[in-house]
């Protein structure tokens, strides 16, 4: 049981009062003056490479969606840097996905080293698009969370209208756990516990504590947007749906130059599927 716990996600973060309790905990880190960001790990996280199963977010395809998000990004970095001028915020849309499964990390993978998670993953979650067809995502509401080895984090909450994400999930990381074959994944312990969003916005250079007008600053624009619709994605296709292996933990597949920094290999492609 504690097993298949770890494999499915519990959605506990399409719940309100989980939400509020996340918020209270960042706003609470915020004040405290014992609080640092570990910048060794910051550091580490940004140049090493980490392996995932992802639904692309092409947020070109929306361009409303994409004016919409930048605008309460911007608005939300604002409410900090007017008070403190030298947070860097990095908003990132490039590499903007949701993560279904998290793989493998700290290792650079090459498409051919994909494509063994590709042959357990593309045949789980093409019968759940055919079973789930009717699903929706709505992106809806803006999440931020603080940690000592993430720094502050800031994204758009994702509302499945059907369990089809978390029921992927659950039947890959079943799949490739009881794999025979040798395949190279994080330890299934250290699982991914907020699947619903994606992270668009890091700042990692914040000093502790944060100022009282700041934070109800920053409080005020993420309560403006909590019950705000960004858009929402339907007709969701096997070629949404990809194995990455990113540069730092922003999934990076080019750099800012659209240099190579990374990989990815598409479940739509053609490979040669598991026979277990």
């Given at each position: 049981m504690v097993r298949l716990c770890r494999f499915y996600d519990h959605i506990k973060i399409l719940s309100d009062d989980f939400q509020q309790a996340r918020h209270l905990e960042a706003f609470r880190q915020m004040c405290n003056p014992q609080f640092s960001f570990n910048?060794?790990?910051?550091?580490?996280?940004?140049?090493?490479?980490?392996t995932?199963?992802?639904?692309?977010?092409?947020?070109t395809k929306f361009p409303k969606m994409v004016q919409g998000l930048q605008n309460a990004l911007q608005e939300l970095s604002r409410s900090i840097q007017q008070f403190y001028p030298d947070a860097a915020f990095q908003i990132n849309f490039s590499a903007a996905h949701?993560?279904?499964?998290?793989?493998?990390?700290?290792?650079?993978?090459?498409?051919?080293d994909l494509q063994e998670y590709?042959?357990?993953?593309?045949?789980?979650t093409r019968r759940w698009l055919m079973r789930m067809p009717e699903t929706r995502i709505y992106l809806m509401g803006l999440f931020a969370h603080i940690h000592?080895?993430?720094?502050?984090?800031?994204?758009?909450r994702v509302y499945p209208t059907l369990p089809l994400l978390q029921v992927i999930r659950g039947e890959i990381a079943d799949q490739l756990y009881n794999s025979e074959h040798n395949l190279c994944l994080r330890p299934e312990t250290q699982f991914h516990t907020m699947l619903t969003h994606s992270t668009l916005m890091r700042c990692r250079n914040l000093d502790f504590p944060i100022s009282n007008a700041a934070i109800e600053s920053f409080k005020n624009v993420l309560d403006r947007y909590n019950k705000?619709?960004?858009?929402?994605?339907?007709?969701?296709?096997?070629?949404?749906?990809?194995?990455?292996n990113g540069k730092s933990d922003k999934l990076l597949v080019t750099d800012e130059h659209?240099?190579?920094?990374?990989?990815?290999?598409?479940?739509n492609n053609e490979y040669p599927e598991s026979q277990e």
């Open positions: 910048m060794d790990v910051l550091q580490r996280l940004e140049v090493a490479h980490f995932s199963l992802v639904f692309k977010l092409e947020l949701i993560t279904v499964r998290s793989i493998a990390d700290y290792i650079r993978q090459t498409e051919k590709v042959v357990f993953a593309r045949p789980v000592a080895n993430k720094g502050l984090s800031v994204g758009v705000h619709i960004f858009g929402e994605i339907a007709d969701l296709q096997l070629d949404d749906f990809f194995i990455r659209n240099q190579p920094v990374g990989c990815e290999v598409c479940l």
